[in-house]
């Protein structure tokens, strides 16, 4: 997004919820700090519903809808820690009149089937699922022949999928 320009950017998912939505909030500020733009923790959602130990996909976007409405400008783009959290992030913004891409771009992770087919199509980060696979057993199959290896940590190739979201 940096490359086409956007430099106000902020970030929303439950960080706490899942290991990839903290890794993906991290990466993002990283991102944030290593290009020199400034990372607004108003433009970084991070939370949930307080009050509610399992919240609902409707409470997530009432949470949404207020953290929106106490914003005094939004960003120009929207990081998201999956594509669900995208389409929640879409269905509170159409409630609210914002438009994307027309007010705010926004960016899934995952690539979800929906993803291509919402309107409008959300721009996303594809992940290779057969090369996380293929990873996974090669990891399991070291560790089975050899249980005294030392923990390792394995990155793996994604690729963004551009489309209407981010004005593509």
């Not at 970084?44 to 409405?69: A, V, W």
């Not at 696979?133 to 249980?147: N, Y």
């Amino acid at each position: 997004m940096v490359r086409r320009g956007k430099t106000r950017i902020g970030f929303i998912g439950e960080y706490l919820h899942f290991q990839s939505f903290f890794e993906r909030y991290m990466a993002y500020r990283n991102a944030m700090y290593l290009t020199g733009l400034p990372c607004r923790e108003e433009w970084c959602l991070i939370g949930n519903k307080k009050g509610i130990r399992t919240p609902e996909s409707s409470d997530y976007r009432e949470y949404l809808t207020e953290c929106f409405e106490n914003m005094e400008a939004l960003p120009e783009v929207f990081l998201c820690a999956n594509d669900y959290v995208a389409l929640d992030t879409m269905q509170v913004f159409r409630k609210m009149g914002i438009s994307v891409p027309g007010d705010v771009w926004l960016c899934g992770f995952d690539d979800s089937p929906e993803s291509g087919v919402v309107t409008p199509a959300l721009t996303t980060v594809h992940i290779h699922s057969q090369i996380m696979g293929f990873s996974a057993v090669h990891l399991l199959v070291s560790r089975i022949r050899e249980p005294s290896l030392n923990f390792r940590t394995i990155h793996t190739e994604t690729n963004v999928i551009y489309r209407e979201s981010t004005g593509d």
